[in-house]
């Protein structure tokens, strides 16, 4: 029965709840949809599939079994990269849509009053957790498809959690984030969504908008009471008039493309139907974060990365909203480069794009692919705006020297020139889907490679080369406690299931003498496994 409490409380901190409030993060656009589902199983039956009735672990109703069955079946057919398979993810979708009907019906039996002694009650109390954990998970996996019943849901149930919760403050976000329609549906065999985390990051920046826009008019009242002869009591909102947020239009009208049909526009199949809804609209900018707790933040992480952090920190002194010079951060394999990037990122408040360049032989699909192939697309920039539906993005272009040499596709490094110029071309990029000009000028690109040797001139002239230090020895606990949180991401575990390297495991590490962290990650990686293997020798 211990088991079974500790259990079902690890199970409490991966709940749909969890990812609405933002006490766990939410599956992000490079995550596959069914994560949440992973998780729930993962910390709820770590070890073994719920393949019998096992009344220790699930209690002795057939019904709430049946569920996590069902479960697991659908997270085994999408397990690790099965999500991409259209026809696997395809049917893994449907079942959960049934999973999601099935477990709603039960809670509402389970919400009828019945005559029941009091250990009956708290039978299905606990029933009726593990229902709604099941129901939450398959809605925020439904949500993260884009599929409407689950983004229906999410929404609902963040509305009730604002209603009726302990905390329902931490659920406004979600609410006013999932407010809105869905907006594209995701395909399978293609990069996630980040449905949950978009709209908890539209809901952040919405809120924040509204409480400066507040702000005068709270101002207004005061100085009309004080001309009433009424007192007021201090209050922490600042008296002087906020500006407006920043906003910029990115795509501007699409009337010059046929009109979609409501198939095509259900679907958005095609490229008016896809943009239609950001064409003439003003979206958001990034406000620009304090750039001392910018550069201090991010030193805690990176601490042998000091100068170059100081760096990007000097884009954002008396910047009007959050944005970087394009840079090249030259350096070794195993040094970091890429993870900072999108850490860089994500501290300055910009939604992040990952571009992987090595191999690439088709540069020019960067920037879209014309309409008139059935296979036209937007350019990565693009496509990041529509998905963040803000103006200010940031692209990580990773590895950018290894891409292909040949002009016959369009090199990357050539194509990207034009991006690159914020103040000039970057304003007015012709995209070839749209066959109208985009302002593109508010993304930021963060280029990494190991060497110059490949880079053209013209590259380095707009990106200029930032060299990337190597970690050192003395790094050593700060890489290592990084490198066992991706671990734990990795494998959906919390601190609980995985937690913080001891003194002894940390002197077996001491033979790392910095440089890449590669090597660094292997051996933490046995020392976790020789943690499992101690564990299963140890008597029940």
Known sequence: MTNDRTSRAAAAAVTLDACLSGVLPAPSRHDSPFRLLHLLLAVRCPRDQPRRRDVVRFGDDDRVLALWQSAYAIAEAVRDEGWTDSYRAHTARVRLVCLLETSERLLQELDEPLDLDASEVEDVLVIREEVDQLAGAAAGCLAECGDQVGHDYCRERAAWQCEHGQEGHRFASALVGLSGGVRCTWRPGSPGLGTLAA?????DATLHDAVRAAAPEAHAKATDDDRAGLHRLP??????PKPAPLTLVVCPRLDHLPKPGTYARDRGESPRALCDSVAEVALPLSPTPDPKAFADGLRAAYPWASEV?????????????????????????????TTFALALLRAAGLPETLYSAAGQMDGGSFAGTSRQWGTWRLSVSAQAILRAQ???????VDEIEKAGPSRRWGRLD????????????ARAIHDPALEAPLNLSAVSYVLTANDTSGLSGP???????????MPRAQDLPVVAAAIL????????????????????????????????????????????AARDGFARRQPN
């Open 459 to 469: 590259l380095l002239d707009r990106a200029p080369a930032v060299q990337w230090p």
């Open 414 to 425: 050539e194509t990207l020139l034009p991006f690159l110029e914020r103040g000039t071309t």
């Open 199 to 203: 709209a908890l990051q539209i809901g």
């Open 390 to 396: 803000r103006a200010s993005v940031g692209i990580v």
């Open 485 to 528: 949180d991706g671990i734990r991401r990795e494998q959906g575990l919390d601190e609980r299931w995985l937690p913080a390297l001891d003194g002894d495991e940390m002197d077996v590490l001491s033979a790392w003498k910095g440089g890449s962290m590669r090597p660094l990650r292997r051996m933490i990686e046995v020392v976790v």
């Open 235 to 240: 209050s922490s909102v600042d008296p002087e």
């Open 309 to 337: 952090i100081e760096t990007y920190a000097t884009d954002l002194a008396g910047a009007p909203f959050a944005a970087f010079r394009p840079r090249v951060l030259v350096g070794g394999a195993g040094g970091g480069k």
